[in-house]
């Protein structure tokens, strides 16, 4: 039996956050007759199951804000998932959702954490019993749940597609990997430079709501944040004036370890305060 040991926790009323083994975050909203599941996951364990006999028995959505093996992993556990259509096509990913890759990226992870864990990517990382109908996902495109409304937004950067979500009753935006450490290399474009300005576009036009439609701000990693506590004041504006400072070519460049890397490999980033935009090997 897969595991069902995902610790989660309820941090605001009606909302979980779902940790999964350091990997990724999930985030379940359950409203007066629906729910709204944010992004899968890698696919370990019955993530499934703790949803519906943990969480809540209300019938619910699942949007994916991304394409990245982390967050749709596991998508053929459920029926069927909303997604951006410019993160529609699955076909060419660096990371490939196959159950070699989320066992991979499972392994790194936990040996980047040096943890055990209580799961085992061998039997816990299984094969989709079958592939998610995909629905495309609108930029304001809202899931009313009844006595809260969540309104999705294009935000592209991490990925063309990357979506955030404001839930309307906490005033809590979830912002996926539209802030995270590992940012601009999954951005296909013909520079940093135009990478970063995308980014930081969408960004500005999402920090923009602050304080008309959202106070507190999570994202799906735990690399500004810790588990069920809010991103602090500074992330967002800081990671904005880092794209800014990469897109006029002043950002502060330094060499790291690789956080995604196996083989104890370095990466550059730019730096501005706390936060990193990684921008290539």
């Not at 696919?43 to 394409?67: A, C, M, Q, S």
């Not at 970063?196 to 500004?224: C, P, Q, W």
Request: charged share 30%; net charge negative.
């Amino acid at each position: 039996m897969l595991t069902r040991a995902l610790p989660y926790y309820e941090f605001s009323e009606g909302i979980y956050e779902i940790d999964e083994f350091d990997c990724v975050s999930v985030f379940v909203i359950v409203g007066e007759k629906r729910a709204l599941v944010l992004d899968t996951g890698t696919g370990i364990g019955d993530l499934r199951w703790v949803i519906e006999n943990r969480i809540t028995d209300k019938p619910y959505d699942v949007i994916l804000t991304h394409n990245h093996v982390d967050h749709i992993g596991g998508a053929g556990f459920f029926d069927e998932v909303f997604i951006h259509e410019a993160d529609y096509d699955w076909s060419e990913l660096e990371l490939p959702v196959t159950v070699e890759e989320r066992r991979w990226y499972a392994n790194l992870i936990a040996g980047r954490e040096d943890k055990s864990y209580i799961y085992s990517p061998e039997t816990d990382i299984t094969e989709w019993p079958k592939e998610p109908v995909k629905k495309v996902m609108k930029d304001g495109q809202v899931f009313d749940l009844g006595g809260r409304k969540v309104t999705v937004y294009h935000c592209p950067g991490h990925t063309a597609g990357e979506c955030v979500a404001i839930d309307d009753k906490s005033r809590i935006l979830f912002c996926g990997d539209a802030c995270n450490r590992n940012f601009l290399p999954a951005l296909k474009t013909s520079s940093v430079e135009e990478a970063a300005g995308t980014a930081r576009k969408g960004l500005e036009r999402i920090y923009a709501m602050k304080g008309t439609s959202f106070d507190m701000v999570y994202n799906a990693h735990h690399d500004y944040r810790g588990f069920a506590s809010p991103l602090g004041e500074n992330v967002l504006p800081d990671l904005i004036r880092c794209l800014k400072d990469l897109e006029n070519g002043s950002a502060d460049i330094r060499e790291v370890p690789d956080p995604l890397s196996d083989d104890g490999g370095v990466r550059k980033v730019a730096v501005y305060g706390n936060v990193e935009v990684a921008v290539g090997k």
